[in-house]
């Protein structure tokens, strides 16, 4: 397993952020998600570093739907990086937990009135329009309000990229945005330009997550240039932001090659610059938003092995106590991860198993045929790379109890979130009769 921020091998065991595995589930419970907070900081300030310009102002937006806690919100603050929210549960989270409104960023393909009332009743910085009619919706709640709003319009360069590939189309069929091919595209931002109550600051679009090849992100900035001139030369528009949205490759296991993004950031600020001469335009400002790059790899889901089966077949199990109530992604995309059982990291990995999960679904595997030190019950199984999208996206399948939260750091754990209580699962059942 490869290891990545604060973990290290100490004494036969997985220790992250100074804290051994094993002293983590003892004071913690199991099963844990275990989030590196100092991992965490350097991505954030790495991301602020290098996405900077002497031309345009730069702007680094967290993706909250990939990881987002109250503790985060103020991590995110501390670290002075604006947020991207999608529901009037992460603005909520983020409004409560003090996170300045005005850096706020709201996203979403069907965003509900209360919602939107809920953008102006909070203030907060921009909404990212997703549609025309949208647009009609949210004007009407800005007038009964009395407000204006900054926004930009979501468009579909018509980009749609894999982990390793891309392909240009222009029937892209993608339930986000506006499509820059639309033959009503010009009269869509006259419609938004002409608005009394909102302000189009730009555009943003945004071409997939987990995407390894950086070609297709240049390809997008380079449509995106091109379509913010044509419509400031067509429909008289006035836009001064691009907003580039997210998507950047992590690794979960071997084969996966990152995006370097430090080295990415400063090679997509380079060909913006030159861009921008290129085509005789100017922007004010540019916007980016990470979520799964900044976290990803600062999680690690601690898990205890009940026990190990051999089936008729021949195919060993190793049973541990979650599964796909708190990691989905295996079931959902098939995605991969990397495991190990952490009380005993320095053994040889000669066993080839499955990890399942404890939930009534065969599809509940969380490692698939992976060689690993030989389980028993008791021992703690890493995974690794669990800080994007899995406790954002944890359920109560089976009426299981989502895992804590733990921030760790020198030493020292903080719980960010308590594991649920059997309290917890019932707080919002009434009786019928
Ligand atoms: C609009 C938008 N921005 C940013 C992101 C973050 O993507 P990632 O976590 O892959 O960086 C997403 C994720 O799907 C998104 O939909």
Redesign the pocket.
Known sequence: MRLFGSMEIKDNQLYIGGISSKELVEKHGSPLYVMDEALISKNMETFKAAFKSDRFQTEVVY?S??FLTTGMCQIVDRHGLSM?VVSGGELFTVKSAGFPMEKVHM?GNNKTWEELEMCLDYGIGEIIVDNRDELDKLERVCREKGKKINVLLRVNPGIEAHTHEYIQTSTYSSKFGESIFDENIKDIIKKFIAAEHVELKGFHC?IG??IFDEKPFFAAMDTMLKFIKQMKDEAGLDTTVLNL????GVYYFDGDDAVDFEKFCKEMIKDLESKLDEYEIDLDKVII?????IVANAGTTLYTVGGTKVTYSGKKYVFVDGGMTDNIRPALYQAEYEGVIANRINEKTEDLVTVAGKCCESGDLLLRDVYLQEAKEGDILAISTTG?YNYSMASNYNRIRKPAVVFVKDGESKVAVKRESYEDLIRNDLKLY
């Open positions: 993706a739907k990939a991207d996203h945004h997550s987990q949205g997210g998507g950047f938003e990470p979520g799964r790059s994007a």
